[in-house]
């Protein structure tokens, strides 16, 4: 059973041929019910659309009509830096040149729904990665307006007390008991917000582990622990090793590699 997304991810189709864009579409739509699916049927069409429609996935036909679409690659990342791009070819020889050009993935004609499946949910991945990289730089960025300020500083409410913590000098959060333990270079707090809450109050951090947030400045190394799990270290606490949930490895390198 599918479960309902946040966001519903757009798609579009770029082919000269109808029978193969109705085709795609179908699949597609087969697949996913709640995907906004958009097509232009030339290069030239595609140059528009991509200039107008922000598009989270392309399908990209390798020989349009009027184009090479290896040679539309470049301006389609300049266009939409975040979008996925697939190639749609029935030559596998393709596969080589697509991935010297960047583009994320590639698929067969005839269709194959289980492969189209995949490529849909790299999107979704992919398009979740960006969002968190979004949320990162919102939280850091600075108010360009020098006669404004934002304090970023976390409020930990005590019995008769209110302790105000920079949210830069934050190591990493972990879950303790019904609450949170808060770490920082000097001290540690705790706090009876559970890491859900947390995790909405602090985009500057990043949900590592069902247990744990960590500031994505203090990571110093992320390595494998056994075989099927990676731990990370952090700036302050040498002896700790933090675990990360392999499918958030992938978004915490983007945000630490930029």
């Known amino acids: 059973m599918k479960g309902k997304r946040n966001k519903v991810m757009r798609i579009a189709i770029v082919d000269d041929e109808r029978p193969a864009r109705e085709g795609l579409r179908y699949e597609i739509e087969d697949l996913r019910s709640d995907v906004d699916i958009i097509v232009a049927d030339s290069g030239m069409a595609a140059v528009q659309l991509l200039s107008d429609k922000t598009v989270d996935l392309l399908f990209l036909d390798v020989n349009l009509g009027d184009a090479n679409s290896t040679t539309l690659v470049s301006t389609f990342h300049k266009l939409q830096h975040d979008m996925m791009i697939c190639f749609v070819t029935a030559y596998s020889d393709y596969a080589i040149k697509a991935f010297e050009l960047g583009v994320d993935d590639y698929i ?144 915490l390198r983007d945000i630490l590699d930029r």
């Open 108 to 251: 067969m004609k005839p269709f194959d729904n289980k492969r189209i499946e995949k490529v849909i949910q790299k999107a979704e991945e992919k398009s979740a990665i960006n969002r968190i990289i979004k949320k990162v730089d919102e939280g850091k960025a600075k108010i360009e307006n020098e006669d404004e300020y934002i304090v970023k500083k976390l409020p930990i409410h005590g019995k008769d007390r209110t302790i105000y913590v920079d949210i830069d000098e934050i190591i990493y959060i972990e879950t303790y008991e019904r609450g949170c333990n808060i770490y920082t270079a000097t001290n540690m707090y705790f706090d009876m917000d559970n890491i859900g809450m947390m995790e909405k109050k602090l985009p500057e951090l990043f949900r590592v582990h069902k247990s744990y947030m960590v500031n994505p400045s203090k990571v110093k190394e992320i390595f494998p622990w056994s075989k099927n799990s990676y731990c990370i270290k952090v700036d302050g606490y040498p002896n700790e090793i933090l675990p990360i949930g392999r499918d958030k490895i992938k978004a």
